[in-house]
């Protein structure tokens, strides 16, 4: 069982570090044309929120022999991080005062999660404590591509969801869903197996509408989902004459 327990925790590293990186086109784009566009830089702000509790609650001092959980969400934050400034030094004025507002606020709670736990709560109650809040920030990370999947059913086309992204979101939810499972830790399991579901339905949507690539019918930003990664709403793409 804890060998078990090791190898899924070795593989969900290796596909949430494939997840964390997906951003990496965009980011890509917004340093070239020097401008963040259309684009959204809220879910860049949850998902490190997300990484600092998750990494937190998989502490010794918080958690047993979640270390593999610390592992890839304290890497998770540092490359959030980075996304988060890189969006703030492009971004128009007013976006650049509300992300840097939510950073802002993100630091604080987490600030404030980590210090309650620490000073205020002791053994299973601060392992309560950090565990419902990062699995309720996982819960809200993972749900971020709904949007996306709503406007693929609606314009039935896969533009906006690239197969990859999808793939690795079923894999990582799976990977660590069933970490938690072996490890009998819900507050890994709950969440992860929520990814894990909208993951599997990204892929069924992917292979019904997977030869209608076309041009949607509607302009739209998919903020859910272009923070991953995938290709810029098709406004930004008339403006550019090419799809990176």
């Not at 969900?12 to 964390?20: I, V």
């Not at 793939?167 to 197996?193: E, K, R, Y």
């Not at 810029?232 to 550019?240: A, H, I, R, T």
Request: charged share 15%; glycine share 8%; with cysteine.
């Amino acid at each position: 069982m804890n060998v078990l327990h090791f190898i899924f925790g070795i593989f969900g590293n290796a596909t949430g570090l494939f997840l964390f990186l997906a951003p990496t086109i965009t980011f890509k784009r917004i340093i070239k044309s020097k401008c963040t566009e259309q684009f959204s830089g809220i879910p860049y702000v949850m998902t490190l929120l997300n990484c600092l509790l998750s990494a937190w609650y998989g502490l010794p001092i918080v958690s047993k022999d979640n270390i593999p959980v610390t592992a890839i969400n304290g890497t998770g934050a540092a490359i959030e991080t980075i996304y988060v400034l890189i969006f703030i030094i492009y971004a128009p004025k007013k976006e650049k005062a509300k992300i840097s507002g939510l950073f802002a606020f993100v630091l604080s709670v987490f600030s404030a999660v980590a210090l309650v736990s620490i000073l205020a709560l002791h053994g299973s109650t601060r392992k309560l404590f950090c565990g419902l809040a990062a699995t309720i920030f996982s819960i809200i990370m993972y749900a971020s591509p709904l949007s996306i999947m709503r406007m693929v059913i609606k314009t039935k086309s896969v533009e906006y969801m690239p197969f990859f992204l999808s793939l690795f979101v079923f894999l990582c939810g799976t990977s660590w869903f069933v970490f938690g499972l072996l490890g009998h830790d819900p507050f890994v399991a709950i969440p992860n197996g929520f990814g894990c579901g909208l993951g599997a339905v990204q892929l069924i949507l992917y292979f019904i509408y997977r030869n209608n690539k076309g041009e949607p019918k509607e302009k739209s930003t998919a903020n859910g989902v272009v923070e991953m990664g995938e290709e810029s709403p098709q406004k930004d793409k008339q403006l550019n004459g090419s799809q990176p």
